[in-house]
């Protein structure tokens, strides 16, 4: 079962070790992303303080199979970089069914993003997707850490026109 998909520009990192995986259970990481499965020297560095017990696989985003991974009895931790690539799971058969729980974790600032929460900053077109993506019936949140306060998608969408300025 795959018991959170988190976005998070870091992929797999300390935060991610040290507070989602034991929180999670999480018996298995997959990281879905292009760029780092492309990268001998991304994975490498990604992959340097895994427990032993830890397993990870990182792969294209296109490779991987969410119905396999749906139905796996390990929990199953999946981490992709970008909201994007969140559209493009469910174009590839991503569902709540599959992966009911969606984390916002480390988005970080780029140009034409907003500030929604210490760690997330989404653009206008991102704050749809996630609004699409709940619709859908994905729960999604935004938090760094297990010990933050999930901001709901309905509570992202207000800050966003918040710090819009109500426009």
Same mark, same amino acid.
């Given at each position: 079962m795959i018991t959170l998909l988190r976005v998070d520009n870091r992929l797999l990192h300390g935060q991610i070790l040290?507070?989602? =995986?034991?929180? %999670?259970?999480?018996?298995?990481?997959?990281?879905? +992303?292009?760029?780092?499965?492309?990268?001998?020297?991304?994975?490498? =560095?990604?992959? %340097?303080?895994?427990?032993?017990?830890?397993?990870? +696989?990182?792969?294209?985003l296109a490779e991987i199979d969410w119905g396999a991974l749906g139905a796996s009895p390990d929990a199953v931790l999946v981490l992709v970089r970008e909201v994007s690539a969140l559209a493009r799971a469910v174009e590839a058969g991503l569902t709540p069914a599959l992966a009911p729980r969606v984390n916002l974790g480390n988005v970080h600032y780029a140009p034409g993003r907003l500030s929604l929460t210490p760690s997330v900053y989404l653009s206008e077109e991102e704050v749809r997707t996630v609004q699409e993506l709940a619709r859908r019936g994905f729960e999604l949140e935004a938090r760094a850490v297990p010990s933050d306060a999930?901001?709901?998608?309905?509570?992202?969408?207000?800050?966003?026109?918040a710090a819009r300025g109500g426009r």
């Open positions: 040290e507070t989602w =995986a034991p929180r %999670l259970r999480a018996r298995r990481v997959v990281v879905a +992303d292009d760029e780092a499965a492309a990268s001998p020297l991304a994975q490498a =560095a990604m992959t %340097l303080c895994l427990p032993p017990d830890l397993p990870v +696989d990182i792969r294209r999930p901001v709901g998608a309905a509570a992202l969408a207000d800050k966003y026109a």
